[in-house]
């Protein structure tokens, strides 16, 4: 098999070269094995993943509940980030019983906290069907009937593929369509908290220290995976290195990285920029909202905590990705390395020019968009992040709709291998639905929509404004039996109960559908030229790409090392105790628990969290990272400010992620909880 001698970073003399690139499974025994040894690994490349036997150390890595992790034990014990399972902990939290706060570890096996919707798969084959998906497109088709046909043929592939019991199929486009792969999952339904930390220390520097270095923050919780009410037997897991990580060590983060936009032109790139504008502006003043609506209520901060820390995370999120834009001139590079791709191909103007074109037609509905996508369930984003009363009406509206068609022509999300957990999904959202701050919410959004342009007009919501207080008084939406029995109706018996809110869900369903047609005819355009245009950039570079984030497995490779965030300032990789200590004030979010503070003198100089070069974004919290013999340790769960705008291109000079050390994670379960089965099951004391 030809080998992939990533000439560019061979030519670097430093021996701690940044390692760029998310690479997936079958690009393993491509890349040259000399090269890896040279960077520090000390297992073959075949060991991690072998394509020609389905099987190898990358199995470990599991996805949960939209979040990356690894297994940790024979006996199913998986890591990931306590913000991956904080679901479960509001699912069981009470105000007389606050986990949140408090944090939880179940001493015995009979004490874990099942999460009721929370999903764990990993991976078992992945298949090329490259071919078989664009000889299922007709010669002559449209872009919006390309795009239809390859999803036709997309369907078939994953209904044959989830025929097998505990199945999970994909098929993932890479750089939207240079390769269509098949991805077989194994699905666990039953999913358990083991050890999540106090509040205190998951979220130790809270929104004040979100994406900054330096970092104190214990963002690591222990789930155990079940099968047929057993504890699953994973053919590999990751054991821990009890001597975590060290300046220059090699290491690599394995995980299930959401998306990024390195594959785009420059005109593109510029349209995501007004995008990441639309979510600042909005979630923040959401959070503002929510902020105001729960101030001196226990149950609503309870009931809100993990959709603030969504909306947190992502509006700050946003902020980091204009600002990176700006500091790292980011569309000017673009347009660069765009004009060099087009004097060494020229025959790839064709598609470069149609990538622009429809890049600003997607302008054009930019805001409105955005204000529809806040009410719109995904398989792979079941937690809308609107206003609750819309997206209950909506997906209850949509589910009716979609019921009376054959599954195969169903929306995929109403899919029947899917709407079973969209009703899950309804059902638990009742836990995180407190009226005032979602009818503050939902004013806002319909002022925001009533400011469109008449173009952009949305009727569906012309009559709620005024009746706000009526329609959060009398919808039988906002009961939670009331709501699934809906789900389960015809359009028919909906519209007989004459429900003003169900009646805006199906004019909205109208408005998404309208909107996912556009889309559609969008991801056929890019599926035609992307292909073109991404190959045009291979041969140009002189290299082979790893394509962009989309939600399936990847392997970055690292070195554990510190970075210059501006002139005169130099950052250490790692930090310790003495900074969380250090750090501390009494007051949220730097308020040591009482029991670390009591543990913390004898053990100042234990390394907390540290940096590494490895290439993440989105969808890595939780990832697995690993030694070069495939040892735990440490759990990625953020990047630093100056790298949040990577998504479209990779600074090795500030392209930093943050790690939470193994070694936080084992003082705190053997000095603090005292947790010896614990750890006598991680094989460590």
């Known amino acids: 098999m030809r080998r992939i001698v990533l000439a560019g970073l061979l030519l670097l003399a430093p021996a701690l070269a940044a390692l760029e690139g998310k690479w997936t499974p079958q690009q393993m025994l491509q890349l040259d094995p000399a090269w890896l040894k040279q960077q520090g690994l000390a297992l073959p490349p075949s060991r991690l993943w072998d394509p020609a036997r389905g099987r190898g150390l990358l199995a470990a890595t599991v996805n949960v509940g939209g979040c990356s992790g690894g297994f940790i034990s024979r006996d199913g014990l998986f890591?990931?980030?306590?913000?991956?399972?904080?679901?479960?902990?509001?699912?069981?939290?009470?105000?007389?019983?606050?986990?949140?706060?408090?944090?939880?570890?179940?001493?015995?096996?009979?004490?874990?906290?099942?999460?009721?919707?929370?999903?764990?798969?990993?991976?078992?084959?992945?298949?090329?069907?490259?071919?078989?998906?664009?000889?299922?497109?007709?010669?002559?088709a449209t872009d919006a009937q390309r795009y239809r046909a390859i999803e036709r043929k997309s369907n078939e592939l994953v209904a044959a593929c989830e025929q097998k019991p505990g199945t999970r199929c994909r098929v993932a486009a890479h750089d939207s369509g240079v390769q269509y792969v098949l991805q077989e999952m194994a699905e666990i339904a039953d999913v358990r908290l083991v050890f999540a930390p106090p509040r205190a220390v998951g979220e130790y520097g809270g929104e004040?220290?979100?994406?900054?270095?330096?970092?104190?923050?214990?963002?690591?919780?222990?789930?155990?995976?079940?099968?047929?009410?057993?504890?699953?037997?994973?053919?590999?897991?990751?054991?821990?290195?009890?001597?975590?990580?060290?300046?220059?060590?090699?290491?690599?983060?394995?995980?299930?990285?959401?998306?990024?936009?390195?594959?785009?032109?420059?005109?593109?790139?510029?349209?995501?920029?007004?995008f990441f504008g639309a979510r600042a502006d909005v979630y923040g003043e959401w959070l503002r909202l929510i902020d105001e609506a729960t101030k001196g209520d226990a149950a609503g901060t309870i009931a809100l905590a993990s959709d603030v820390k969504s909306l947190a995370n992502s509006q700050k999120n946003a902020e980091g990705q204009l600002a990176g834009f700006k500091r790292g001139s980011i569309l000017e590079r673009q347009?660069?390395?765009?004009?060099?791709?087009?004097?060494?191909?020229?025959?790839?103007?064709?598609?470069?020019?149609?990538?622009?074109?429809?890049?600003?037609?997607?302008?054009?509905?930019?805001?409105?968009?955005?204000?529809?996508?806040?009410?719109?369930?995904?398989?792979?984003?079941?937690g809308a992040n609107g206003p609750k009363a819309l997206v209950f009406a909506v997906a209850v509206a949509r589910s009716s709709l979609e019921r009376q068609k054959p599954d195969a022509e169903r929306d995929e999300t109403f899919m029947q291998r899917t709407i079973g957990r969209v009703r899950d999904q309804l059902e638990r959202m009742q836990k995180s639905f407190y009226a005032p701050a979602d009818r503050a919410m939902l004013a806002s959004y319909l002022r925001r929509a009533a400011a469109l342009p008449q173009s952009q007009h949305i009727a569906a919501l012309d009559?709620?404004?005024?009746?706000?207080?009526?329609?959060?008084?009398?919808?039988?939406?906002?009961?939670?039996?009331?709501?699934?029995?809906?789900?389960?109706?015809?359009?028919?018996?909906?519209?007989?109960?004459?429900?003003?809110?169900?009646?805006?869900?199906?004019?909205?369903?109208?408005?998404?559908?309208?909107?996912?047609?556009?889309?559609?005819?969008?991801?056929?355009?890019?599926?035609?030229?992307?292909?073109?245009?991404?190959?045009?950039?291979?041969?140009?570079?002189?290299?082979?790409?790893?394509?962009?984030?989309?939600?399936?497995?990847?392997?970055?490779?690292?070195?554990?090392?510190?970075?210059?965030?501006?002139?005169?300032?130099?950052?250490?990789?790692?930090?310790?105790?003495?900074?969380?200590?250090?750090?501390?004030?009494?007051?949220?979010?730097?308020?040591?628990?009482?029991?670390?503070?009591?543990?913390?003198?004898?053990?100042?100089?234990?390394?907390?969290?540290?940096?590494?070069?490895?290439?993440?974004?989105?969808?890595?919290?939780?990832?697995?990272?690993?030694?070069?013999?495939?040892?735990?340790?440490?759990?990625?769960?953020?990047?630093?400010w100056e790298n949040v705008a990577n998504d479209f291109g990779f600074n090795e000079d500030v392209g930093r992620n943050i790690n939470v050390d193994v070694r936080y994670l084992l003082w705190l379960l053997r000095d603090v909880q005292h947790a010896d089965e614990l750890l006598g099951e991680l094989g460590v004391r």
Request: glycine residues 6%; charged residues 25%.
């Open 79 to 140: 890591i990931t980030n306590h913000h991956c399972l904080f679901g479960i902990l509001q699912e069981h939290a009470t105000p007389q019983n606050d986990i949140i706060t408090n944090g939880f570890l179940a001493r015995t096996r009979e004490a874990e906290l099942r999460g009721r919707t929370t999903r764990l798969t990993f991976p078992r084959r992945f298949v090329d069907v490259t071919k078989d998906v664009l000889a299922a497109v007709p010669k002559d």
């Open 463 to 640: 009559d709620l404004a005024p009746h706000l207080d009526e329609l959060y008084a009398q919808s039988k939406l906002f009961d939670v039996g009331e709501r699934l029995h809906m789900f389960d109706e015809t359009p028919e018996q909906l519209h007989a109960r004459h429900d003003p809110l169900l009646e805006a869900g199906f004019a909205l369903d109208r408005e998404l559908r309208a909107m996912m047609e556009r889309r559609d005819r969008w991801e056929g355009t890019s599926s035609r030229l992307r292909p073109v245009w991404r190959r045009a950039v291979a041969a140009q570079r002189g290299r082979p790409l790893d394509p962009d984030a989309n939600g399936t497995l990847r392997v970055s490779f690292a070195h554990v090392q510190g970075y210059a965030p501006r002139d005169g300032v130099w950052y250490t990789p790692q930090t310790t105790l003495r900074g969380v200590i250090e750090k501390h004030t009494g007051t949220e979010p730097f308020n040591v628990p009482e029991s670390v503070l009591r543990a913390a003198p004898k053990a100042l100089d234990l390394p907390v969290d540290f940096l590494a070069d490895a290439d993440t974004t989105g969808g890595n919290s939780g990832s697995p990272t690993v030694n070069a013999r495939g040892e735990l340790v440490g759990v990625n769960f953020d990047r630093v």
């Open 335 to 382: 347009r660069t390395n765009d004009r060099a791709v087009l004097r060494a191909h020229p025959e790839a103007a064709v598609a470069y020019d149609g990538l622009a074109e429809m890049a600003r037609e997607k302008t054009q509905t930019l805001t409105r968009d955005f204000l529809l996508d806040r009410l719109r369930m995904t398989p792979t984003s079941l």
């Open 208 to 274: 004040i220290d979100n994406w900054m270095w330096p970092r104190h923050t214990g963002d690591f919780a222990i789930g155990r995976a079940y099968v047929d009410g057993q504890p699953f037997h994973p053919e590999f897991f990751f054991p821990i290195s009890a001597k975590g990580a060290a300046p220059k060590d090699f290491v690599m983060v394995l995980g299930y990285p959401g998306i990024t936009y390195r594959s785009l032109t420059a005109d593109e790139m510029e349209e995501r920029t007004l």
